[in-house]
């Protein structure tokens, strides 16, 4: 009975193509993240949602394009894929947005790789 | 700006000995810190967190204001404490983490 569960696993396509990552909790909570975690194993916060609002943009290129539909669900869409997509990209919930005792639980990952 | 350091990448001990992973901070206020943990294959999980002041699996670390340090320690490391350790801040006002670069503990037999 998985708390953060992402779809898929794994993901292998072509440069140029379109592709999404799915997430969802069962959690009950208010948050959604997105991670990316490099070949270097650095992770760094890419978006954040908070009751299917969009709360945190790191930045982050426009061909990422985060989607909530209810705020048990934020997908990731990326257009025009790049080989330094790549990456493993890890989605999370929590409570809500307060900090301190908020902990964060973590998806098990998709491993996106661009050839 | 607010800031997590790792310095090391990798920790390679033998069973029993004791391992410290270091981590450093640069945050203007009270900071709120976790240590977070990614066995092979498994997803990140919560180790523990400065405010519960527990021990999880052995492992504690404790919050040095004046250092801006929050060390992880174990004394007895085990072969299954083989890992990924992430020391993080949650900031910008939100719950938003900033993690360090990881460290990897290696404990071999």
């Known amino acids: 009975d998985t708390a953060v569960s992402q779809t898929p696993k794994y993901l292998v396509t072509q440069m140029g193509n379109d592709k999404s990552i799915k997430c969802e909790q069962n959690l009950g909570h208010d948050t959604m993240y997105w991670y990316k975690q490099d070949s270097k194993k650095f992770l760094k916060i890419m978006f954040s949602?908070?009751?299917?609002?969009?709360?945190i943009n790191e930045t982050v290129p426009n061909r990422f394009s985060p989607k909530s539909p209810d705020k048990a669900h934020l997908n990731l869409h990326i257009n025009s894929l790049e080989l330094g997509d790549s990456a493993v990209y890890f989605c999370?919930?929590?409570?809500?947005?307060?900090?301190?005792?908020?902990?964060?639980?973590f998806g098990a990952g998709t491993r996106l790789s661009v050839l | 700006a607010q800031r997590v350091t790792q310095p090391e990448k990798l920790l390679s001990v033998f069973k029993g000995a004791p391992v410290e992973l270091k981590c450093n901070y640069s945050y203007s206020g009270s900071p709120e810190l976790f240590w977070y943990v990614q066995y092979s294959r498994q997803r990140l999980q919560l180790l523990l967190r400065h405010i519960s002041r527990e021990s999880i699996k052995g492992f504690t670390a404790d919050l040095n204001k004046g250092e801006t340090s929050f060390h992880l320690q174990q004394p007895f490391a085990q072969e299954e404490d083989s890992a990924m350790y992430y020391c993080?801040?949650?900031?910008?006002?939100?719950?938003?983490?900033?993690f360090g670069a990881g460290t990897r503990l290696a404990v071999h037999p």
């Open positions: 949602y908070n009751n299917k609002e969009l709360i």
């Open positions: 993080a801040l949650p900031s910008g006002g939100y719950n938003k983490l900033i």
């Open positions: 999370a919930s929590s409570q809500d947005l307060a900090i301190g005792e908020n902990i964060q639980y």
